[in-house]
């Protein structure tokens, strides 16, 4: 038996055989060819092969995973039509008079390389997913088949990397696990793992030439462990935590319907976070009392030009009717930092996370703002629908807001266009919104606390760097003293507060968070019924 280490980005157990994914040894050959003409219709024919195969798995992916995880085969379609992409194949073609292959293969190297030295994360994950549109144009002209392992019985998916194209060609009912040696916890195979359920390892240092498929292993996700060959007493404690879990999952099922009360008979709202219209099913499925933070950047990112008011109306007056009288807080565009749109044209920061992003853009670029708010207005005639701000630093930046506000419903009811008044709230995810909490409660309806923010802005520690992650503690004494002093402020005021961030799914938390007086939680859709337990047992 062998026991190998790694980190765990879905919590589960799995037991089975493994199935190794190799990458095909394909190499390249550079070929000196003489009509280069040909060799440009060559790569025509093999983009529209690829955008008609990623256009197919788009379509899988938005059935199976909904429509956020969905978008990075809209994205790798966008990348095909790239005009420096495009035009860097054609001039190897044409320059050096060689074989299309070569020329979509240096192109996706040179292009991989040159996104992968950059300092913004989000840009250094584009690496990726250019390796992946290469690798894709390169079978269609070679002729090699695009498609990744068929997968005849339930396995532990073992690989070096997964892209997202492999995952999402996978049947999910026959993956067990997924075992990576490399991969992040915001790679799109982590996030596709964690919206299906299914564990998952990455960092695993393991060597795929010495493992073999239809060997016996076992996955301990609670633990970062992978075994291979495992021995019986192994075995029989994987089993057991898989029964486990099995009669876990079926116990919480039959808290559908429950309030959220403790013994004592205090009520807390648990709410959903969604990224989409289409993750609306997992927030029916689990039962929660609405939805939280329903992220609006899906309507920005991974496309050429901003969304108009009517496409953008049409997307937040079907969430409200589809949670039919629940309430659904829509946050304002929050972009910059990690997520980039192209068309923005926001110059390069040394520090993006501290820089022109969410209300900042939408303050600086009104008629942005304002179409949105417009777009909102109108979807609030539809159901229960809140606004929520992101990234306030000052009663200034709120007043602002209000202003334009105001200007939006004077418009909207020149134009005869019904809406409704609506409660309008502010995140809390800086220490200076902290520190003047009891000066914005009395300007606005709620707070909604950004805890993932919060907490590396407090701490002056990136998140995203693997380096800082020991030194990285959302438990700390001053994060759970701000969220004190910001549920003491709202309530000041007879409003309420709730935490939308990744602590507030924290089970180890919860009934901390219930007697510092938090009113909400709003949860990923898989951790409402988990957390209705804990409060349910509470005394």
Same mark, same amino acid.
């Given at each position: ?17 493994? $199935? /190794? ?9 550079? /070929? ?43 994205? #790798? ?40 030295? =950059? ?25 090699? $088949? ?16 997964? $892209?997202? $194209? ?14 990576? /040696? ?23 240092? =393991? ?15 609670? #633990? ?52 989409? /219209? ?25 496309? @050429? ?159 995203? @760097? ?74």
């Amino acid at each position: 038996m062998e026991c190998l280490k790694g980190k765990s980005v879905y919590k589960g157990v799995a037991f089975g055989k493994i $199935s /190794v994914l190799k990458k095909d040894d394909y190499v390249v050959k550079r /070929v000196k060819i003489e009509d280069t003409q040909a060799e440009l219709q060559r790569v025509e024919e093999a983009v529209e092969a690829s955008k008609q195969q990623l256009q197919k798995l788009y379509e899988k992916a938005l059935k199976e995973v909904g429509e956020a995880s969905a978008a990075i085969f809209e994205v #790798h379609q966008m990348m095909l039509e790239d005009e420096d992409y495009k035009e860097s194949i054609e001039n190897i073609i044409s320059t050096q008079q060689v074989n299309a292959e070569y020329a979509v293969a240096s192109t996706g190297d040179n292009f991989s390389q040159m996104f992968a030295s =950059m300092d913004d994360d989000y840009m250094r994950a584009r690496a990726a997913d250019i390796k992946d549109i290469s690798n894709r144009l390169v079978k269609n002209l070679s002729g090699q $088949s695009a498609d990744v392992m068929d997968l005849d019985e339930p396995v532990i998916v073992v690989a070096d990397d997964l $892209s997202p $194209s492999e995952t999402v060609q996978m049947d999910k009912e026959k993956i067990l696990a997924f075992v990576t /040696v490399h991969g992040s916890a915001n790679s799109h195979t982590a996030i596709l793992a964690r919206m299906m359920n299914i564990p998952a390892l990455i960092g695993v240092d =393991m060597d795929l030439e010495a493992l073999h498929t239809g060997t016996e292993a076992a996955v301990d996700g609670f #633990h970062g462990e992978f075994f291979v060959d495992p021995s019986e007493e192994v075995k029989e404690r994987i089993q057991r935590k898989i029964e486990e879990e099995k009669e876990k999952q079926e116990l919480l099922q039959q808290l559908k319907g429950k309030e959220n009360v403790t013994k004592g008979g205090r009520h807390i709202n648990l709410y959903a976070n969604i990224g989409s /219209v289409a993750d609306m099913g997992y927030v029916l499925e689990n039962d929660a009392g609405g939805i939280g933070l329903f992220r609006s950047e899906f309507l920005y990112i991974g496309r @050429n030009e901003l969304p108009d008011e009517e496409e953008q109306f049409q997307a937040y007056k079907q969430a409200v009717q589809n949670m039919a009288g629940k309430k659904v807080i829509i946050r304002t565009l929050d972009i910059g930092a990690d997520k980039q749109a192209d068309y923005l044209n926001i110059e390069k920061e040394e520090n993006p996370a501290l820089g022109y992003r969410a209300i900042r853009i939408c303050l600086a670029q009104p008629e942005i703002f304002k179409t949105q708010l417009r777009a909102l207005f109108r979807a609030s005639a539809y159901g229960n629908l809140s606004i929520m701000y992101p990234m306030i630093t000052s009663t200034e930046e709120v007043a602002q807001i209000q202003a334009i506000v105001q200007e939006v419903k004077e418009e909207l009811k020149a134009d005869g266009i019904p809406y409704n008044d609506v409660e309008e709230g502010i995140m809390i995810e800086t220490p200076a919104a902290v520190m003047i909490s009891d000066e914005l409660a009395k300007m606005v309806d709620f707070f909604s606390i950004g805890t993932n923010d919060l907490t590396q802005y407090t701490l002056a520690i990136d998140r995203q @760097n693997e380096k800082l992650d020991r030194f990285y503690n959302p438990h700390h004494k001053a994060i759970l003293k701000m969220i004190q002093m910001v549920v003491d402020s709202a309530h000041q005021e007879g409003k309420w507060a709730g935490i939308c961030g990744e602590l507030g799914a924290d089970p180890e938390l919860t009934e901390t968070f219930v007697r510092m007086g938090v009113d909400e939680l709003s949860v990923a859709p898989s951790m409402i019924l988990k957390l209705r337990k804990i409060i349910r047992e509470m005394e």
